[in-house]
């Protein structure tokens, strides 16, 4: 196997440690049921109706990153829990949702959780300087610019664990730190991303 480019090492061993090759996610408290004809997917890479849709997967992502909710898209089948999402959608409201991973404001979380709750890997990125959208489309997606920000997570999510690693992706260092569904780690004033891993001993 060739050696990862530099830039995606930290990322590949990280998905090597959580066995990302073979990972069974657990289901999202909620779906978003995106509106398409499958047969006629011009319909959905062109015109308004389409665009808007982007556009609306694109704040219904970000508000749920934000709030720290777990979500997938699908565009078939019936999923408990699934929504339907229009192009009129703007942003959904705060869900009573058992898991989640509530972090402060200007930061985002994305995770994916095992389903037998023994591997964990979640992304916190740095959004504290703003997002905007990509040439002023929202359709074409969303760039952010990373600032200093208090960073603190509350562990809403529940694992097999009481311990994670959570992993400074600017610097490469790794802590152990303790984690219960009463916990909340502090990592101070930074502009840095992090990873935030489980995995079986």
């Not at 929504?83 to 930061?107: C, I, S």
Request: aromatic share 8%; proline share 7%; net charge neutral.
């Amino acid at each position: 196997m060739d050696e990862p480019i530099k830039e995606f090492r930290l990322a590949h061993k990280l998905a090597q440690q959580v066995g990302l090759g073979t990972f069974a996610a657990a289901d999202p408290p909620g779906r978003w049921k995106v509106g398409h004809d499958l047969s006629n997917n011009a319909n959905f890479r062109t015109g308004r109706y389409g665009d808007a849709l982007y556009a609306a997967m694109g704040r219904t992502a970000t508000s749920s990153f934000q709030q720290g909710l777990d979500l997938r898209f699908t565009v078939a089948g019936a999923f408990g829990g699934t929504l339907e999402l229009t192009p009129e959608a703007t942003k959904p409201g705060r869900r009573a949702a058992p898991d989640q991973l509530r972090v402060t404001p200007g930061w985002e979380v994305q995770y994916l959780t095992s389903k037998d709750r023994r591997r964990f890997l979640c992304y916190v990125r740095n959004i504290a300087g703003g997002i905007v959208p990509i040439q002023q489309r929202p359709d074409a997606g969303y760039t952010r610019s990373p600032r200093a920000a208090p960073l603190a997570i509350e562990c809403g999510v529940p694992l097999g664990t009481g311990s994670v690693a959570i992993v400074d992706l600017d610097t490469g260092e790794e802590r152990a730190y303790p984690y219960g569904a009463a916990a909340s780690i502090d990592l101070g004033v930074t502009d840095h991303d992090y990873a935030i891993v489980a995995s079986p001993k």
